[in-house]
């Protein structure tokens, strides 16, 4: 399975955490830290994959795809294919692109929520549920549809103190 | 507003502050603003201090957007978010989506299944957005899934397990999205509480045959997982069939990926299943463009399938295209990866495309020239192991620190393997060693050290160049200043005193150890120089004196050379009468004495007396000021080394002229007689169970509480690892004796110290037979260490009869080796670890059951006679579903193993408990009779299962 899904900036700063096995928040800063320091030390153009024996537990591995000011990294153990994996950073990558229109950092910070549903609907507890980009987006879609629609009615009050309070 | 409403009781934020909320957004952009990470942490904690106080407002929306912005503050800036988990429950039964899915994501992030007891309180909310209704669109069905998936508790589990099932079977196409992640999610529940099988495990058997491709996808991803995880993947087998449809009939890459995995760890249970699957996996193999696809049935043929040449042969040369794709470095590490599979079953494999992989290991990824250098040294045979290990320690000088220090600990652990199995000749890999160590990033010190005294001590006929490499190690002015080199030097300083014999300049050693830079060392290891230093200056001594006497004996005996000590034409005769006169008590073989004998003449003639004494006063010096040291090894040695000084001197050796004076003066005798006793103990490797046969002395009790050790020690202002920690030399208790026989002044403090909490201590009275069972200190046995030891134990437990090729140059010198078969078996026994078979257990009955149940509708008969067919047949798997059925009837079949036993035992105490536990629920039987009754009937019960099975054998067939 896949055991976590990290989007982290080239100075190491955590831009989306998704850990499906539970980890207290002291020990994501730990694993942030280490995988950081791994990952820096590479140069372009090698491989993509890093044995996480030492950080993630026996076993696991981890894939990143370096783009732009952004590490993309999923973690999985010997149940994924480390090929496959690395497709699915394309399509994670992709979905956003679509989504945000020309991705970049920015979208990613300020889109909590969404980049969480878009994870959930490419990975769910740890499985690999859609691989389709375009599904994925037209699920993200669907709930900020219901989102919006349910909020027009209630959430009046908080409009206003979100422009006022700026 | 209600927010303010809620608020004023509270301190007083400005009004601004609390009329209008901050949203996420808003506190993002502070953080963002904050040029420092010190002004960060004020805004974070300002954002805090605002979030308690608006996430207990009675308004959903403030409460919303406060979790929200705890939410990310907890999850990118790592706060701690339990505190308001009872908040984030507050908003799951909101009617407002946005409120709900909040409180689910802050859940899902924060909750630990087994740190939170508030997780009972959600098992409500999640079964009514589980129900399907109307008012529960998919994404919050989905919201709620995904919190019972990633904090499922086992309580949660069995409460809502349930619940799944309408999701699990809903047919509907507008709801397979939410099917598929009721799939992810039963599997999570499975995982954490295996009783909850019974009833989720038939649906998601069911939905492998769904006509949704997602379905499909997220169940097979699902029993890879199971089957993956499981210890014991048979509970499985009876599903190969639909695995093989999926196999043969799916065009999903991911799906199929998946099966691959599932059937690399079915196959090796079933020989037919993997003949059976080799078809569908060539075509793929050759067909498929999807390099991750192909990558996979590498795996399954490399790992599961190597019986089959010609799909390992279709399997290499996919490989080789891997390896041989230049602009793709994920292609070539894979590629490595896939050959470092086939290393032990297929060496050819490797030795086919050595070419490139030695290529690799100058690449400038990392990964790959790992890989590569874990293939090359897998390679190394004794015929190469010279070539490529000098070719590796030259490149080792010229890569980068991590890699130069990946390559030296390859090599050591390639070579150290099995007591150097690989090496033939020993001086080479001595001199290797002390070449590994001039590498300038060399930081395996520990290692180099272990090995350069392990081999000291088995290998005799290494002993010579040992010394040789020890000393050159010695007076190197640049190890000195690498501390993780230090070991190396003690090892060094070590073998230099322990084999003196064999060195050419005894006197250039002392220089060496006793060099003002010394100082540079830890004590422990300045210890070891000294006490080298004392071995060396009694070696000397000694041969000074056996000089003489051999040069007595000479002209005793017959020869006409009376002066000259330097004549070797007429030694042998003569030296005859000497060896039996000088060494009476030596059984050995004397030809070799002989030899050493004539050696010493041979080396020794330089020691003269005015030698002997401008070595004394060297040490003297050089010793002198470390009697005063603060660290007690080092002051303890150097006593001990003064009072021997001092003692020799006392009994003014230069003034005797022949041998008869020499036994006349009866002090000198008497402690020649001693130091030659001091070192003429050979040391030993020691058997890593030795330890266990050392008889703990009466009244020692090993597990009282040292607590008190430690007040002890404080009183007499001594350093806990001064007085605790051992050196190399401090095991060898004949040699303390001696110490403390000629010490003239005996470091007074530990001496008492000794005297009086001699408890402990372990007793020195130990006869020489004893001592070589006598673990070393730094023997890896002590509890804490345990991968060490059963490392060790595995090098030295292998059987000591492995075949050798026949030696073609040089006869490989002895390598002592220590006999202890039984000790391997036990401890690996106890390694293994007992798995948690509970899962399996579960899967396996309820698989059964399902299975009996169609063949109880009246398939009996045919059932009976098709059993009997089958008790012929070889399969393993009938057997052992048999075995179930006749030991019911007492008549036990001949061929199964006592495996298969103990696994039915287990498998048949499960039913029991099933039993009961359906009993209670049924609450119908519940007398002790009935079980018994129960039992027979479920022996029925298996009975059926067997027609089913052939079910499953037949189509493998």
């Known amino acids: 399975m896949i055991r976590a899904v990290i989007v982290m900036n080239t100075q190491g700063k955590p831009r989306l955490l998704k850990f499906y096995d539970f980890q207290p928040p002291e020990k994501q800063k730990e694993l942030i830290r280490s995988v950081f320091a791994v990952l820096s030390g590479r140069p372009d153009n090698v491989s993509n994959f890093v044995e996480a024996d030492a950080i993630f537990g026996p076993g696991t591995r981890l894939v990143y795809k370096h783009l732009a000011t952004l590490y993309f990294i999923f973690v999985f153990d010997n149940s994924e294919n480390e090929l496959a994996m690395l497709d699915l950073i394309q399509v994670f990558v992709e979905t956003m692109d679509r989504c945000f ?46 989102e919006k629609s349910s909020n027009s009615i209630s959430f009046v009050p908080k409009a206003v103190s979100g422009r006022f309070g700026r | 507003m209600a927010a303010t409403a809620a608020i004023t009781t509270t301190s007083s934020p400005s009004l601004v502050d609390t009329l209008f909320q901050r949203s996420l957004d808003d506190v993002i952009r502070a953080l963002r603003s904050s040029p420092s990470s010190a002004s960060e942490e004020t805004v974070i ?25 705890l939410t990310y503050l907890s999850s990118l800036h790592h706060l701690d978010l339990s505190w308001a988990a009872f908040h984030a429950l507050e908003l799951l039964p909101s009617p407002s989506l946005p409120h709900a899915r909040i409180g689910y994501l802050a859940a899902s992030l924060s909750f630990h299944p087994s740190s939170t007891e508030l997780l009972p309180l959600a098992t409500h909310q999640l079964r009514k957005h589980f129900a399907p209704s109307p008012a529960n669109p998919p994404a919050l069905a989905a919201s709620a899934l995904h919190l019972l998936a990633l904090a499922s508790s086992p309580d949660l589990g069995r409460h809502l397990a349930s619940d799944l099932l309408p999701l699990l079977s809903s047919q509907s196409a507008a709801s397979s999205s939410l099917r598929a992640k009721a799939v992810a999610t039963a599997l999570r529940t499975l995982a954490v509480c295996p009783d909850v099988a019974p009833v989720l495990f038939k649906p998601l058997v069911d939905c492998l045959s769904s006509s949704d491709p997602r379905t ?162 897998g390679m190394l045979c004794e015929s190469n192991v010279v070539e490529i290990c000098n070719l590796l320690n ?104 322990e084999y003196v014999e064999f060195s050419r300049n005894p006197v250039e050693l002392v220089e060496a150890l006793l060099q003002p830079r010394i100082n540079l060392l830890p004590s422990l290891i300045r210890a070891v ?115 021997l000084l001092f003692t020799l001197r006392e009994t003014q050796f230069w003034n005797i002229e022949a041998a008869h004076e020499l036994k006349s003066d009866k ?6 007689e001693l130091l030659e006793a001091a070192f003429s103990e050979e040391l030993g490797p020691v058997s890593a169970n030795a330890q266990k046969r050392v008889s703990v002395p009466e009244g020692l009790n090993l597990n009282a509480n040292l607590s008190d050790l430690s007040k002890i020690l404080t009183d007499y202002d001594l350093t806990p690892s001064a007085s605790i920690s051992f050196s190399l030399q401090s095991y060898n208790p004949q040699e303390t004796k001696e110490d403390s026989v000629l010490a003239v002044e005996p470091s007074s403090l530990l001496a008492e110290h000794r005297k009086r909490h001699g408890l402990y201590y372990l007793s020195t009275q130990r006869d020489g037979d004893e001592l070589n069972d006598y673990p070393r200190a730094n023997e890896p046995l002590l509890p804490v ?58 899967i396996r009955g309820v698989l059964l059951e399902n299975e009996s149940q169609p063949s109880l509708s009246g398939k009996l008969d045919t059932s009976s006679k098709r059993r009997e067919n089958d008790a012929s047949d070889n399969s393993e798997l009938i057997s052992q579903q048999i075995e179930s059925v006749t030991l019911e009837h007492g008549n036990s079949s001949s061929r199964k193993s006592r495996q298969h036993r103990t696994h039915k035992e287990r498998y048949e105490s499960h039913f029991k408990n099933e039993d009961i536990e359906k009993s209670s629920r049924h609450s119908i039987k519940s007398s002790r009779q009935h079980r018994r009754h129960k039992h027979r009937q479920r022996g029925d019960v298996t009975a059926d299962i067997v027609p089913q099975t052939p079910a499953i054998q037949d189509f493998l067939l």
């Open chain 2, 216 to 377: 499909v996808s997220a169940a097979v991803g699902a029993f890879c997982e199971l089957a993956l995880a499981a210890p014991d993947p048979f509970p499985y087998l009876p599903l190969a069939p639909e695995f093989y449809r999926l196999l043969v009939d799916s065009r999903n890459n991911w799906v199929l990926i998946k099966v691959l995995k599932i059937f690399a760890r079915l196959a090796p249970l079933e020989p037919r299943l993997a003949s059976r699957i080799l078809d569908p996996i060539c075509q793929l193999l050759r067909r498929s463009h999807a390099k991750s696809l192909v990558f996979e049935c590498i795996r399954t043929i490399l790992s599961s399938l190597t019986d089959h040449e010609e799909a390992v042969r279709l399997a290499v040369d996919k490989v080789k295209e891997f390896l041989s794709s230049d602009d793709d470095p994920n292609l070539r590490y894979l590629g490595l990866r896939a050959l470092s599979m086939l290393e032990s079953a297929h060496p050819w494999v490797v030795e086919e495309s050595r070419e490139a992989v030695i290529k690799s290991l100058s690449d400038p990824d990392t990964n790959i020239r790992v890989e590569s250098l874990h293939l090359i040294v």
């Open chain 2, 45 to 69: 904690s300002r954002a805090l201090d605002e979030i308690r106080r608006e996430i207990r407002s009675p308004d959903l929306d403030t409460k919303s957007v406060s979790l929200q912005k």
């Open chain 2, 529 to 643: 120089y000294i006490q080298s230093v004392f071995k060396v200056m009694s070696f000397c001594f000694i041969s000074f004196i056996e000089q003489i006497q051999a040069v007595e004996l000479l002209s005793v005996g017959g020869s006409t050379q009376r002066s000259e000590k330097n004549d070797e034409q007429s030694d042998t005769v003569p030296l005859k009468t000497t060896e039996s006169n000088v060494s009476e008590g030596d059984h050995g073989d004397t030809t070799a004495d002989t030899v050493l004998l004539l050696d010493l003449i041979d080396k020794k003639t330089n020691f003269t007396r005015e030698s002997i004494s401008d070595l004394m006063n060297l040490i003297e010096t050089a010793v002198a000021p470390l009697s005063e040291c603060e660290e007690v090894e080092v002051q303890e040695r150097a006593r001990n080394v003064l009072g």
């Open chain 2, 785 to 842: 260490d345990h991968g060490d030891a059963t490392e060790d134990l595995v090098k030295l437990t292998t059987p000591s009869l492995v075949p050798r090729k026949s030696k073609p140059t040089k006869p490989r010198p002895v390598v002592i080796r220590l006999d202890e078969g039984d000790g391997t078996s036990t401890s690996h026994l106890t390694t293994v670890k007992k798995s948690d078979n509970l899962l399996s257990e579960a």
């Open chain 1, 101 to 146: 229109k020309n991705v970049c950092e920015l979208d990613i910070v300020f889109n909590f929520n969404k980049m969480h549903a878009i994870v959930d609907e490419i990975i769910f507890g740890g499985q690999v549920l859609e691989t389709s980009s375009e599904q994925v987006m037209k699920a993200v879609e669907e709930i900020s549809r219901l």
């Open chain 2, 394 to 497: 030259k490149y080792a000088m010229k890569s980068d620190p991590e890699f130069a220090n990946e390559i030296i600990g390859a090599m050591l652990v390639t070579c150290g393997k099995n007591l150097y199995e690989l090496i033939l000749d020993f001086d080479w890999y001595v001199a290797l060693l002390g070449e590994m160590v001039r590498n300038p990033h060399c930081a395996k010190g520990e290692e180099i050290e272990r090995q350069l005294v392990d081999i000291g001590l088995r290998v005799r006929d290494a002993r010579p160049e040992l010394v040789r490499v020890a000393r050159d190690l010695l007076i190197d002015p640049a190890l000195l200043g690498n501390p993780f080199l230090f070991r190396v030097l003690s090892a060094s300083a070590w073998v230099s005193g």
């Open chain 2, 667 to 672: 002090e000198l005798s008497e402690i020649i």
